[in-house]
């Protein structure tokens, strides 16, 4: 195939790559190469991918702070593995790309970058920090959730004690609210205010 290219300058050309007529398969590898006169090509052998387009299906967890540092979980469609750089994948998150890590050929996982404004902001994948999806999986960036005090701060051991934890940002939305005791058992809080959310099971028993 021979396409036209833009002049930039003595060391770069721009041009577009055209749409491949086959259906890629694990990364169709294909050779550039360039002409000053339409006849006299290079011979360098330079490697162009063209791989099939992908989706993002979905993210976990669906929400995080404004300052950033949530690792995500991408879930993707399309992606083809055995490319020259498999590695080399992308996340946006509104209008910040960051490096992702290559969980399968099904998820990625990226650090969301922190944000000034709190909303929504589209979670897309690229292969090369430029192409993104267009498939408007939305990551909501909300205030950090600050815990400041608890109703008791100490109880027996094997009894059922409702504790409620006081602070700032927790979501009636959130079907994550989750208490943690210690750094392994973890309970369901349940909402009860912005300011409050209450926690009813005993630790010991979710064990």
């Not at 290079?42 to 387009?53: I, L, R, S």
């Amino acid at each position: 195939m021979l396409f036209r290219s833009r002049w930039v300058s003595v060391s770069q050309v721009d041009c577009a790559s055209p749409r491949w007529g086959r259906k890629p398969g694990t990364g169709v590898v294909v050779k550039v190469e360039v002409t000053n006169n339409g006849i006299d090509f290079t011979g360098d052998g330079v490697n162009f991918t063209f791989t099939a387009a992908m989706t993002v299906t979905g993210i976990y967890p669906k929400m995080g702070p404004v300052t950033g540092g949530t690792h995500l979980l991408v879930y993707i469609s399309g992606y083809d593995a055995g490319g020259e750089d498999e590695e080399a994948m992308y996340c946006g998150v509104g209008a910040s790309v960051v490096r992702a890590h290559v969980v399968n050929t099904s998820v990625l996982e990226c650090e969301v970058p922190g944000l000034s404004d709190l909303g929504p902001a589209a979670v897309e994948v690229s292969r090369n920090g430029i192409e993104f999806t267009s498939s408007h999986v939305m990551f909501a960036y909300q205030p950090p959730v600050v815990l400041t005090s608890l109703s008791l701060t100490s109880t027996t051991e094997m009894s059922n004690t409702r504790v409620v934890v006081y602070g700032t940002g927790f979501d009636p939305m959130s079907s994550s609210l989750i208490c943690r005791f210690g750094s392994l058992v973890s309970v369901p809080g349940f909402w009860r205010s912005e300011e409050h959310t209450s926690e009813l099971q005993s630790p010991l028993q979710s064990r």
